[in-house]
């Protein structure tokens, strides 16, 4: 009898050790912390950063490029140098050679046109008159004397005329007192069209005696 109790009650010992050895089958992270079976680091509780977004990058990028250019920026030196410009200086015209043909054409235009002193129209030109008109047809203005005209520009040799230039003769015995306009200069030889006492508006040439002899020089005001 007792064996039979003995025998009954390591039985029911067995039995319990082996139901407690059994696995217990957690399969989600809530059933777990239920049961007191998970446990998480530091590390493993932060947040991790979220990816920024293509507007954020963009914005990112557009804050480095004008960071970019400030530095740039501040590295530039700018140096303004003040020149004296010195007080006989007259500057010349800056035109096209294209001008230069159409200033001439405008000219010839006029040829025939009657000399009135003091004129400086088309129904009569003197000679400072006429180149004035001439050259304000292209916003160029000049003085109105042919005098005045000579002390403008840039005085060049004879052989270096070009069109377009201006060209001055001392016909009173005073000083510079008739200008006319280059049309062209070949050989040495200057052709220029110009409003004469006697003649009008007409072309001439310093191979004439009369302008060979009261040539005084030429002056540049068109580049």
């Given at each position: 009898m007792k064996n039979s109790i003995y025998i009954f009650l390591l039985t029911i010992f067995l039995y319990s050790c082996k139901s407690a050895q059994k696995p217990t089958i957690i399969t989600s992270k809530n059933d777990a912390l239920k049961m007191g079976a998970y446990s998480f680091t530091e590390k493993e509780g932060l947040d991790k950063p979220a990816k920024p977004t293509k507007k954020e990058l963009r914005a990112i990028e557009k804050a480095k490029h004008k960071a970019h250019q400030d530095?740039?920026?501040?590295?530039?030196?700018?140096?303004?140098?003040?020149?004296e410009t010195p007080q006989d200086f007259t500057p010349t015209?800056?035109?096209?050679?294209?001008?230069?043909?159409?200033?001439?054409?405008?000219?010839?235009?006029?040829?025939?046109?009657?000399y009135r002193g003091g004129g400086r129209t088309p129904a009569g030109f003197d000679c400072s008159g006429f180149v004035n008109y001439t050259m304000s047809q292209f916003d160029i203005e000049l003085p109105r004397s042919s005098a005045e005209m000579s002390r403008i520009g840039k005085r060049i040799l004879k052989s270096e005329a070009q069109?377009?230039?201006?060209?001055?003769?001392?016909?009173?015995?005073?000083?510079?007192?008739?200008?006319?306009?280059?049309?062209?200069?070949?050989?040495?030889?200057?052709?220029?069209?110009?409003?004469?006492?006697?003649s009008g508006v007409i072309y001439s040439s310093t191979a004439e005696s009369y302008y060979a002899r009261t040539f005084v020089g030429v002056n540049r005001i068109l580049e």
């Open positions: 530095s740039i920026e501040k590295s530039k030196i700018i140096v303004v140098v003040e020149e015209f800056e035109v096209s050679n294209y001008i230069k043909e159409q200033i001439l054409n405008v000219a010839a235009e006029n040829l025939g046109s009657p069109s377009g230039d201006l060209i001055f003769f001392n016909t009173s015995g005073g000083g510079v007192s008739h200008v006319g306009i280059v049309t062209e200069n070949k050989e040495g030889v200057i052709k220029f069209i110009h409003s004469s006492t006697s």
